[in-house]
């Protein structure tokens, strides 16, 4: 079965950097687009960047745009964000994603805390 495990997650302070990585298994990895989302308390689940399957085209949200970057290895099938200069709103549950045969299937989710 479709399998996706987030890590990385953290507190951290303003400014500061994480990188987030996401395990898959269970499906062919270098054939699906990867997407990772968050979701801050109170707020609905929100796409925070795409990368492609074939070309590895990545796509990101504005609210994060210049300050991430989402990449794969596909030797070890696993999906990256990396992120820089974050900020007390970038404060969420950050999860990995990916459809497969149809239905969208979430990781557990990684804890990202921004706070000084």
């Known amino acids: 079965q479709v399998q996706l495990v987030e890590s990385g997650g953290g507190l951290v302070q303003p400014g500061g950097s994480l990188r987030l990585s996401c395990a898959a298994s269970?499906?062919?990895?270098?054939?699906?687009?990867m997407s990772w989302y968050r979701q801050a308390p109170g707020k609905e689940r929100e796409l925070v960047a795409t990368i492609g399957n074939t070309d590895s085209r990545t796509n990101y949200a504005d609210s994060m745009k210049g300050r991430i970057t989402i990449s794969r290895d596909k030797a070890k099938n696993t999906v990256y964000l990396q992120m820089n200069n974050l900020k007390p709103e970038d404060t969420a549950v950050y999860y990995c994603?990916?459809?497969?045969?149809?239905?969208?299937?979430w990781g557990q989710g990684t804890q990202v805390t921004v706070s000084s």
């Open positions: 994603s990916v459809v497969w045969r149809g239905l969208r299937y």
């Open positions: 269970g499906f062919t990895f270098s054939i699906y687009a």
